[in-house]
């Protein structure tokens, strides 16, 4: 795991795993306590080589996006009401070294 983001609801919580290029989503109890929303711990991918180092996650909570350090890149994904990431798109360009993401 690289980077943690949280839903504004505070109902979900996600980590980019830069090794396997991939997001796993939890859910949060009322506790605190986390649960994987997918058995094999891949909620989205960002693909092969991508390297996903740093997330955000839109303020109305509907998106999330991935910063791919490895290819320079950005995954976007819708977010579900039970948590589940959609592919959006991916966008090319970010340069070499980009560190950090921004998301309104």
Do not use: K
């Not at 579900?80 to 921004?102: E, F, H, K, R």
């Amino acid at each position: 795991a690289c980077w943690i983001v949280v839903s504004p609801n505070g109902r979900f919580a996600y980590t980019t795993n830069t090794g396997s290029g991939s997001v796993s989503g939890y859910a949060i109890a009322g506790d605190g306590s986390l649960r994987l929303l997918d058995a094999d711990g891949r909620t989205g991918v960002t693909g092969a080589g991508t390297g996903p180092i740093d997330a955000g996650i839109s303020s109305g909570g509907r998106f999330l996006y991935a910063l791919n350090g490895a290819n320079g890149t950005i995954s976007g994904f819708a977010v579900g009401g039970d948590g589940s990431l959609s592919p959006l798109a991916t966008v090319p360009g970010i340069p070499a070294g980009a560190n950090g993401l921004a998301v309104r």
